[in-house]
């Protein structure tokens, strides 16, 4: 039976062998809940990248170009990192090239794995179907806080957990905790997280609905891979 692991903040990845499995990446707050959002609403591929510089340079190709730094849009930049900035206009075949505090570095460490998917709670339950189908070892790939462990990926890696119990193993401590966490917060996640330093932080800048939004399951179908330097 394949098993599902978590590994809290890319600054443990170092610990984790992702050969031969699939690596789930997730910045629940807000990255990889933007990045569903803009390809569940037409944009047709997403470069993640590192560096603000790299990042403004994709415009020359006819790029989209997206920025947050500290929760906030980068100066000069089309767009920041709220999902609602993907839902308010048509990007139908838009190409976005996106660089975020955390969400973007988790996906390029994440790239030693067979495959990188993006996860969300508002792709939850298509991330769960396509590694279920895949067959192969999981890894949570939390995007955390500048290193530091976060409570809202880890609640992602407790509700991808859930769904895929029975077929596959939750038979190590990080996902045994994941998963008892997401049980805890199920009833009211919003709740849950109200103390947490991510949604205190987005509070700090007026950004409640966003949060409200990203803890949503199962809006969209889609599931971002990563093909080269592309999810697509
Ligand atoms: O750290 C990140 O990648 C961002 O998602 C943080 S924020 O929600 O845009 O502040």
Redesign the pocket.
Known sequence: MPSIDVCFSPALLPLYDLTGKIAVAV?V???TSSMVTALANGVTHIAPVSELEACLAYRNQGYLVAA?R??IKADGFDLG?SPFHYLDDDYTGRLLAIT?????QAIRQSRTADEVLIGAFLNVGAVAEYVRRAGKDVVVVC?G?KGLFNLEDTLFAGALAERLQGDFALNNDATLAAFHLYQAAKPDMLGFLSKSS?VQ??ERLHILKDTEFCLQEDTYTVVPVLKGDFLV
């Open positions: 910045d707050l807000r990255a947050e500290d929760g990192n975020t505090t955390n969400g973007t995007a806080w991510h932080r987005l």
